[in-house]
């Protein structure tokens, strides 16, 4: 094979990868290390840096209540999500395993919240659970649900399960159908029964798939945004604002920008520190073939 | 009486196939309910007060108000445009870290994997500035700019790129086929599946996008259908819920055509270098 790189520069190459290289610096690398400098100062309603004030925002935060509370609420958020998301799509991926002529159907319906975007989803439940809605014309109840703080966090973890169940179930069926059809035939053979086949056969196959269906859950919901921020509304509601509810507040109704960076500095690390432990138990938990 | 196999797998199905309508009853109830007048709904709905009311009203007068379809219209433009760019930028790239030797390869390579890493929601805030001092509020570069580079589809075409026969590269290479024409000629042509699949991807993504949307689209000529559907639920102090399920709907009408066309693609794409074993 020609190669142009031996002796020097090949330009071909470091012109096909610097418009890559140079998006990444200028929106994730570049706004990263200026978030963190940015920490740093007290910030004016534009944005711009002025009293270096060194970590006295950092103390401010960490310290404060309302910063221990959203970091308590975004992980009762992101686990009664995660769990949740897990148990439904493993349900689905479970009724699904067998792959027949008519399978796609009912397959396609599970997978489609993938499609559906949390602004409609919002739509459905407001009037799902508002005064007249369906939830008590079906039940015989009266209450206004999203006007109760404990009715509403359940609704805000119901309303991003079903939205993002629709992807977990396509991972975890991916899982379950790479278990060979001999596999079954002999466990069956061998007079296993469906609640074995599924915990000893299934299960450990799709391990891989399990795993990431659990972090990712988990992973996402720290990040949720819409589906909270447009139920909730402008209204006070600590029981589902989450870090990333607080970024928004501080940087875009409050103005203050530096303290909308800690917060996101913050998710960044809660992030980072979830995805290590995904990465080093997995090693221990996952069973590859 | 026991029954055949033929009988047991069609109750199956249809156990199946009730379980799955009960999961995405909320689109029927939102289909439904778009049909059924605004004030009908001030009171417990009933059987009787939906069949006897129903008319297409809400949708009439909804697309009055608001330009539902002008939304829906940007939405799809800023969809064209991530995908436009993003496959264009993702496949030179990745085009260089399939075939090319250069200098700090790995270097650059591991840079895209530690970019990765960094959630974007994270990045929000500082992007908004540099976006706001660039001038680029209430544009549509303002609203793409940001997912113009992307980790994911470059390691899709990267993928796809490697999976092509070496020996075609080789064959190219020996008639003079430089790199760049084999790349739009060859590499790109055949790489069509993973370019589905990452356009479908993209797509859905794209027309879901929500926060970085409503900090850059100060004005409502530039409102994508997420702002337009959400400003309606946030408007509490005049619900309109027949009118809210009109909207939903018509904002629900792309996407999932897009998702019935591409679901194939969706999958593989989804699935394809997210998970080992």
């Not at chain 1, 409609?120 to 109760?148: D, K, M, S």
């Not at chain 2, 909320?26 to 007060?49: R, Y």
């Not at chain 2, 700090?104 to 994997?113: D, E, G, H, M």
């Not at chain 2, 908004?128 to 549509?140: M, S």
Request: aromatic share 14%; net charge positive.
């Amino acid at each position: 094979m020609r190669s142009k790189s031996e002796n020097g520069f090949n330009w071909l190459a470091l012109l096909f990868v610097s418009p890559v290289i140079i998006f990444l610096t200028v929106f994730t690398f570049y706004p990263f290390v200026r978030s963190i400098v940015m920490t740093f100062f007290v910030t004016d309603s534009l944005g711009n840096p002025g009293m270096f004030v060194g970590l006295r925002i950092w103390k401010k935060v960490l310290s404060s209540s309302e910063f221990k509370v959203s970091l308590g609420t975004t992980f009762k958020y992101s686990l009664a999500k995660g769990v949740l998301t897990f148990c439904l799509a493993m349900l689905m991926a479970f009724l699904c395993t067998k792959k027949t002529k008519r399978s796609k159907v009912y397959q396609t319906m599970f997978a489609l919240p993938i499609a559906i975007a949390s602004a409609p989803i919002c739509a459905i439940v407001t009037y799902v659970f508002c005064r007249y809605g369906v939830f008590n014309a079906i039940t015989g109840r009266t209450e206004a649900w999203l006007a109760l703080s404990k009715a509403r966090f359940w609704i805000i973890v119901l309303s991003s399960v079903w939205s993002s169940s629709g992807s977990s179930f396509i991972y975890l069926l991916v899982g379950f159908r790479n278990v060979p059809d001999e596999l079954i035939e002999c466990a069956n053979l061998d007079g296993c029964g469906p609640v074995r086949r599924f915990f000893q056969i299934f299960i450990p196959i799709a391990s891989p798939q399990i795993f990431f269906v659990i972090f990712l859950n988990i992973l996402s919901a720290f990040k949720g945004f819409a589906i909270i921020k447009i139920l909730v509304g402008n209204v006070e509601a600590p029981e589902v604002t989450t870090l990333i509810l607080k970024l928004y507040q501080y940087a875009f109704v409050r103005d203050r920008y530096e303290i909308a960076c800690v917060y996101g500095l913050i998710l960044a690390v809660v992030i980072f520190v979830v995805s290590r432990i995904q990465f080093m138990v997995e090693k221990k938990v996952v069973f590859y073939q | 009486m026991s029954m055949t196999n033929r009988q047991k797998e069609n109750i199956g199905f249809v156990i199946r196939l009730i379980i799955a309508l009960i999961f995405i009853s909320p689109l029927f109830i939102c289909l439904v309910f778009s049909f059924v007048p605004d004030e009908k709904l001030f009171a417990v709905p009933t059987i009787k007060t939906i069949v006897s009311n129903l008319t297409g009203r809400n949708y009439i007068e909804i697309l009055k108000e608001m330009p539902v379809f002008m939304y829906v219209k940007t939405s799809l433009v800023l969809a064209i445009i991530v995908i436009v760019m993003q496959l264009t930028i993702s496949s030179l790239a990745a085009y260089a870290f399939a075939y090319m030797k250069f200098r700090f390869k790995n270097f650059w390579f591991t840079l895209i994997l530690v970019a990765m890493m960094v959630p974007g929601q994270v990045v929000t805030i500082t992007n908004f500035i540099t976006v706001r001092d660039f001038g680029l509020l209430n544009t549509y570069l303002g609203l793409t700019i940001v997912s113009f580079a992307g980790g994911r589809s470059l390691f899709m075409m990267r993928q796809s790129f490697l999976s092509l026969p070496m020996e075609m590269k080789e064959a190219a290479t020996l008639d003079g086929c430089g790199d760049f024409r084999y790349l739009v000629h060859f590499a790109v042509p055949l790489s069509l599946p993973s370019i589905a699949s990452v356009s479908i991807l993209l797509f859905i993504g794209e027309f879901n996008s929500y926060l970085w949307p409503i900090l850059v689209a100060r004005k409502p000529q530039l409102y994508t259908i997420q702002i337009g559907m959400a400003s309606m639920v946030d408007d509490t102090a005049t619900p309109r819920y027949g009118k809210m399920m009109a909207v939903a709907v018509m904002s629900l009408v792309v996407p999932l055509l897009a998702f019935l066309i591409g679901e194939d693609y969706l999958i593989s794409g989804m699935t394809k270098g997210a998970i080992k074993g």
